[in-house]
């Protein structure tokens, strides 16, 4: 069992900043991409911010220069921080991972729950 769990999040408002987080657990032999994804209300779900397990990094265009992701591979964790938040940027943003729980298997995706973001104008 793999399991991502996120922390961070609230209410924030714009012009600010905002830090999320997102460790994973269970029986992990390795990780490969990590990345953040939003759901804003009306939309589809969107990659917001990528990582790769070689150290390469992706963003929408709409967050380029505002957010910042990075990884600690030894703690299996992402973070997102975010700065110069909008109200645009309101929406639940969810972790995903590519995960093997063994050197032998397949990686699979999984998912953490969501945080709720805010931000208010």
């Known amino acids: 069992q793999v399991q991502l769990v996120e922390s961070g999040g609230g209410l924030v408002q714009a012009g600010g900043s905002l830090s999320i987080s997102c460790a994973a657990s269970?029986?992990?032999?390795?990780?490969?991409?990590m990345g953040w994804y939003r759901q804003i209300p009306g939309k589809r779900l969107e990659l917001v911010a990528g990582?790769?397990?070689?150290?390469?990094?992706n963003y929408v265009d709409s967050v380029k220069g505002r957010f910042t992701i990075s990884r600690d591979n030894a703690k299996k964790t992402v973070y997102l921080l975010m700065n110069s938040l909008k109200p645009e940027d309101t929406a639940v943003y969810y972790c995903?991972?590519?995960?093997?729980?063994?050197?032998?298997?397949?990686?699979?995706?999984?998912w953490g729950q969501g945080t709720q973001v805010t931000v208010s104008s």
């Open positions: 990582s790769t397990s070689g150290g390469s990094t």
């Open positions: 269970g029986s992990i032999a390795r990780i490969g991409f």
């Open positions: 995903n991972a590519e995960v093997a729980t063994a050197w032998a298997r397949p990686m699979n995706d999984y």
